[in-house]
C-alpha cells in the first residue's frame, strides 16, 4: 500500500481541474453540466474493460507499494479517478476556448448535383469518406498488430480500442471538425496532450506505473516517454474533444432548424442528439445558415459589446437573439442609408407590410417570402425571414418603427425638434431600445418556459424596458458629435435652452462647457434608470441572468468611461478599450 499514484492526482491532476473550474465557473451551465456528465460516463465505461483486461494480461501494472489499495476489476481506483479527471479538465478546456464561436454557423448542406433543391455540394462527403477510409485502415493496422503479437500489442490495443470510437464520431460530426476554428478542436487536445505527456514522463520515471517489457516498442518520444503512452494520451484527448464536438454538432442542428426540431429541450435525451447527428445535411436548410451566417457578420461589425456579450448566452437563446439583433439592425441600416425621406419613409412603411403579413391570421409562408424577396434588397432577405415571430410579439417591433419615424422627422424639421421636451427622449428611447429589450426577454420567456405569472412577467418586462431606455440615454451620450454631423441633436429642446444652447448651435459646435454639462445630466439619468431596472435580471433563467448583466455592464460601461476626465474619442465616439469590456464582462459574471 502506498500514496505514489494519489499524490500524483493531488500534485498534477487536481490542480488543472480546480484552476479550470475557477476560470469556467462563471459561465457553467446545466447543459454544461450535462455535457461534461454524459461524456464522462462514456469514457470511464468504454475505458474500464478496456484498461482492466491490459492489467490482467499485464501489459502494464502498477506495483502495490505505489497504490492505495482498492480496485474495479483489477484496476486501482487511482486510475479509474484518472479517467474522470482527464475527461473533465480536458473538457472545460474545450468549453473555455470553444465559448466565443457561435457554431451553427459551421453546418454545411449537402446535396448532389441536380438536387431539385441546387446548393449543389459534394465535397463534405468525400471529405467524410475520405476520413473514415484512413481511419478504418488505422483499426486494421492496430488488429494486425494485436494479432502477431510481440513488441506492437499495446500500440495495436491502443488503436483497436480508441480509433472505432474516433471513426463513429467522425462520421456524425466531419463537418465540424474540419470547419471549426483550430482553437476549438487542435488546442484542446494539443495542451492537455503536451501536458499529460510531462506526467506520464515522471510517474513513469517513478515507476508509479509500468509498462511490460515484450508488448512495447522501446521507443522513445524523448528520454522516459514510451511512443505507446505518447499515443494514448494523444488519441483519449482526441477521444474527448471528438466527443464535445459531436455533442456541439447535435446541438447545433437542434437549435438551427425549427421546422424540423420544433422548440427542443434545454436538456436534450440522448435520443434526441443522436437523432439530430442522424438528420442528413442535405435536409439542411440553406436559408436559416445563411441568415445565421450573416446575422453573426452584422453583429461582429455593427456592435462589439454585443457581440461580447451574446458569446456568453449559449443554445437556443443565443440563435434567437443573434436572428433578433439581425433583424433590427437590417430594418435600421435601410432607413438611416436612405438616399431621401422618401425612401426612408418607403422602407418603413414597406416593413409594416412585412409585419402585418408575419403576424396575420392567414399568413402563408410562400406570401411572405414573396413579399420580401420584391420588396427588400437581397441582403435583407434573411434577416427578416429569419425573425423569430413566434416568440416575440408584434407590438414592440411595431414601436421600433415608429422610432425610426422620429428620425426621419430630423430631416423635415424646419425649427421644430422631434425631441422638444424629457418625455419626448424618453419615449423616443422607449422606441428604438426599450423594445429591443423587452423583445430580448420574451425570448428568454419562450426559450426557458418560464413558471413566472403573467403578472411578475410583466413586472420583469417592464424593468426591461427601463433598462433598455437607460442604454439608449447612453447612446445618445456617446454620440452627440457623431449625431450632430448629420444634423440631429437627441437632446431635449428644454435641456439646451437651460444651457442658453439652440439646436442649431449644438449642430454647429457638438462640443463644450455646456454641451458637457448636458452629457452628464443625461448620464445620470440613464444611471437612475438602471440601478432602478437591474435587479430584475436576477428574477430570470440562470442561464440568462448572467450573459444579461454582462450585455448591460458592457454598455454600461461606456457611461461610466464617458464620466471620467479626458475619455478617448474615435471616429466621433467614446470607446472601451477590449481589456476593459473582458474586465467587465469577468467581474460581471463572478457577482453572486
Not at 502506498?2 to 498534477?12: D, N, P, R, S
Amino acid at each position: 500500500m502506498g500514496t505514489e499514484y494519489a499524490l500524483v492526482h493531488l500534485k498534477f491532476t487536481i490542480p488543472p481541474a480546480v484552476l479550470l473550474t475557477l476560470l469556467y465557473r462563471p459561465l457553467f451551465t446545466r447543459l454544461d453540466v450535462y455535457k461534461v456528465v454524459f461524456l464522462t460516463t462514456i469514457a470511464v465505461l468504454s475505458t474500464i474493460p478496456w484498461d482492466s483486461y491490459l492489467i490482467r494480461t499485464r501489459i502494464w501494472s502498477y506495483p502495490s507499494h505505489v497504490i492505495i489499495g482498492p480496485k474495479l476489476f483489477d484496476i486501482p481506483l487511482e486510475e479509474v479517478f484518472f479517467f474522470i479527471v482527464q475527461t473533465y479538465n480536458t473538457s472545460l478546456l474545450y468549453l473555455i476556448l470553444s465559448k466565443p464561436t457561435f457554431q451553427p454557423v459551421y453546418l454545411r448542406v449537402e446535396r448532389s448535383k441536380g438536387h431539385r433543391l441546387g446548393a449543389c455540394n459534394t465535397q463534405w462527403r468525400r471529405y467524410k469518406l475520405l476520413g473514415q477510409l484512413a481511419l478504418a485502415q488505422v483499426i486494421l493496422f492496430g488488429w494486425k498488430l494485436v494479432r502477431a503479437g510481440g513488441s506492437g500489442t499495446y500500440t495495436g490495443l491502443i488503436l483497436v480500442w480508441a480509433v472505432p470510437f474516433l471513426l463513429l464520431l467522425w462520421s456524425l460530426a466531419y463537418q465540424f471538425l474540419l470547419g471549426l476554428p483550430l482553437t476549438n478542436t487542435v488546442l484542446p487536445i494539443a495542451l492537455p496532450t503536451l501536458y499529460l505527456w510531462l506526467v506520464d514522463t515522471l510517474a513513469l520515471k517513478r515507476g508509479t506505473w509500468v509498462i511490460n517489457q515484450g508488448t512495447k516498442y522501446g521507443r522513445h518520444l524523448w528520454d522516459g516517454l514510451d511512443i505507446e503512452e505518447a499515443l494514448f494520451f494523444l488519441l483519449t484527448n482526441t477521444l474527448i474533444v471528438f466527443g464535445q464536438v459531436a455533442f456541439d454538432n447535435a446541438l447545433a442542428v437542434l437549435y438551427t432548424f425549427p421546422r424540423s426540431f420544433p422548440d427542443p429541450p434545454v436538456l436534450p435525451s440522448p435520443a434526441l442528439l443522436v437523432h439530430a447527428l442522424l438528420f442528413p445535411a442535405s435536409a439542411y436548410d440553406p436559408e436559416r445558415i445563411r441568415g445565421l451566417q450573416e446575422a453573426v457578420v452584422r453583429l461582429k461589425k455593427k456592435s462589439r459589446s454585443f457581440y461580447l456579450a451574446s458569446s456568453t448566452f449559449q443554445g437556443q437563446i443565443r440563435t434567437d437573439l443573434l436572428l433578433l439583433y439581425s433583424f433590427c439592425r437590417i430594418a435600421d441600416d435601410l432607413v438611416d442609408n436612405a438616399t431621401s425621406g422618401t425612401e426612408a419613409s418607403m422602407w418603413i412603411s414597406r416593413m409594416h407590410g412585412f409585419l402585418k403579413l408575419a403576424y396575420g391570421k392567414d399568413k402563408s409562408t410562400s406570401t411572405i417570402e414573396s413579399y420580401v424577396r420584391h420588396n427588400f434588397p437581397e441582403d435583407a432577405h434573411s434577416a427578416l425571414l429569419q425573425l423569430p415571430v413566434a416568440k416575440v410579439s408584434r407590438k414592440p417591433l411595431e414601436d421600433l418603427l415608429q422610432g425610426f419615424e422620429t428620425d426621419l422627422a430630423f430631416a423635415k424639421r424646419s425649427t421644430n425638434s422631434p425631441i422638444p421636451t424629457e418625455a419626448h427622449l424618453q419615449q423616443y428611447a422607449q422606441c428604438v431600445a426599450g423594445t429591443v429589450a423587452h423583445m430580448c426577454l420574451e425570448l428568454i420567456f419562450y426559450d426557458y418556459q418560464s413558471s413566472m405569472s403573467y403578472e411578475h412577467q410583466q413586472r420583469v418586462l417592464d424593468a426591461g424596458d427601463r433598462m433598455g431606455i437607460a442604454l439608449q440615454y447612453v447612446n445618445i451620450a456617446r454620440d452627440i458629435a457623431v449625431d450632430a454631423k448629420i444634423g440631429r441633436v437627441y437632446l431635449p429642446v428644454v435641456w439646451m435652452k437651460e444651457e442658453g444652447l439652440t439646436y442649431d448651435s449644438v449642430v454647429q459646435n457638438p462640443h463644450g462647457k455646456e454641451v458637457e454639462t448636458l452629457r452628464s445630466r443625461l448620464l445620470q439619468k440613464a444611471f437612475e434608470l438602471y440601478k432602478g431596472a437591474k435587479d430584475a435580471i436576477e428574477e430570470l433563467p440562470v442561464e440568462a441572468s448572467g450573459p444579461l448583466r454582462v450585455a448591460v455592464e458592457s454598455y454600461m460601461e461606456i457611461g461610466r468611461v464617458l464620466s471620467q476626465e479626458g475619455y478617448v474619442v474615435k471616429a466621433g465616439r467614446a470607446t472601451v478599450p477590449k481589456w476593459r469590456r473582458l474586465a467587465v464582462a469577468w467581474r460581471t459574471l463572478n457577482r453572486t
